[in-house]
């Protein structure tokens, strides 16, 4: 640069290096995250498929309780897909796991 000292210009190097780093590493942050959050709303539809199919289906329900309801849903050959997918009320829309219908 020249018309600064040597000590600010090494500043406002290190600034700019830190800045192009922050623009790569936030939006690869953020990504992770709403991969994480899909996931984890993915889980919750499995587990509301795997009630349904329990609840018409009496003799499936010694289905094994997995911590990815997905592969749990899968290993009896149960696939989640849109079409089939039942949308619950509003008020039924809470995750409590003590309700029993």
């Known amino acids: 640069m020249g018309f600064f000292r ?7 190097k290190m600034l700019g290096v830190a ?9 690869v942050a953020w990504g992770y ?15 509301y498929r ?9 003799f499936i329900q010694n ?3 997995a911590p990815d309801a997905c592969t749990a ?4 050959g149960f696939q989640l897909s849109e079409t089939e997918f039942v949308p619950l009320p509003t008020a039924a829309a809470g995750l409590s796991s003590t309700r029993t219908r």
């Open 19 to 27: 800045l192009l780093v922050g623009l790569i590493v936030l939006p």
């Open 73 to 76: 849903l899968a290993r009896p």
């Open 50 to 58: 795997i009630k349904e199919v329990t609840r018409t289906a009496p």
């Open 33 to 47: 995250e709403q991969r994480r959050q899909a996931r984890t709303w993915q889980n919750v539809a499995c587990a």
């Open 6 to 12: 040597r000590e600010i210009e090494v500043t406002l």
């Open 63 to 65: 289905v094994e309780r």
